[in-house]
């Protein structure tokens, strides 16, 4: 779907070299959610925004940041790649409370 | 601590049998559940829900069963279909919470043998 929209798709990235991925939306919804997946822990929230400006810590958000300056756009950056944070992160955005729609993910290796 | 288990990691039937996924959670304070199907290389898309007023949520193949007592839920598919052989995952949430977090369980990979 067009709706939501990750880039880049897949990553490969030192050790130690800050990473941003993007997360982009069409359906002007008010929340958006970074998750990331992992073997035998499922989807893990790592920063959640309920609007413009404001964002809020998940539960595994150590080692990241976020920022949204506009509706559309909500940034995950990993201010120094470390070898635990090689995952797939899933980007997801809402309007009610239970209705998300996820992106397609991005790959992300730290060698 | 995780507030929603999946434990088992992975279930395998055959076509047309049914699949029962099941999904425990520890916090009483959740009042909506959910259950997304992820396929390989894909994000997670929604599949059914069910508010904690229900005790059973049908949609089609697919029916949601709650256990509030047990704080269980499960996820029954009949008849199977290979199609269906994905990740299951559970997701609860407190519809009062304004912020719309989705906790999600470890998840339970299907797969539906022809």
């Known amino acids: 779907d067009a709706g939501i929209t990750q880039s880049p798709r897949h990553k490969v990235t030192e050790t130690g070299t800050p990473v941003t991925l993007r997360c982009h939306q069409t359906?002007?919804?008010?929340?958006m959610y970074w998750y990331r997946q992992d073997p035998g822990h499922g989807l893990r929230l790592i920063h959640y925004?309920?609007?413009?400006?404001?964002?809020d810590k998940g539960e595994v958000s150590d080692g990241y940041s976020v920022s949204r300056s506009k509706t559309e756009d909500f940034l995950l950056t990993l201010e120094s790649a470390t070898s635990s944070q090689t995952s797939v992160y899933f980007c997801?955005?809402?309007?009610?409370?239970?209705?998300?729609?996820f992106g397609s993910g991005t790959r992300l290796t730290v060698v | 601590d995780q507030q929603v288990k999946q434990n088992s990691p992975s279930l395998s039937v055959q076509e047309g049998r049914i699949s029962i996924l099941n999904c425990d959670y520890t916090?009483?304070?959740?009042?909506?559940f959910l259950w997304y199907k992820k396929y390989p290389a894909e994000g997670p898309t929604f599949l059914i829900s069910?508010?904690?007023?229900?005790d059973k949520n049908e949609d089609g193949r697919f029916t949601v069963f709650l256990n509030k007592s047990a704080k269980h839920l499960s996820l029954h598919i009949v008849p199977s279909q290979p199609g269906d052989s994905a990740v299951y995952f559970c997701?609860?949430?407190?519809?009062?919470?304004?912020?719309?977090?989705?906790?999600f369980g470890q998840g339970t990979t299907l797969q539906v043998k022809p």
């Open positions: 997801a955005i809402s309007e009610f409370s239970a209705g998300y729609t």
């Open positions: 359906e002007n919804h008010r929340y």
């Open positions: 925004s309920y609007g413009v400006k404001d964002t």
């Open positions: 916090n009483s304070m959740f009042d909506y």
């Open positions: 069910i508010s904690s007023i229900k």
């Open positions: 997701a609860a949430t407190t519809g009062s919470s304004n912020t719309g977090k989705l906790i």
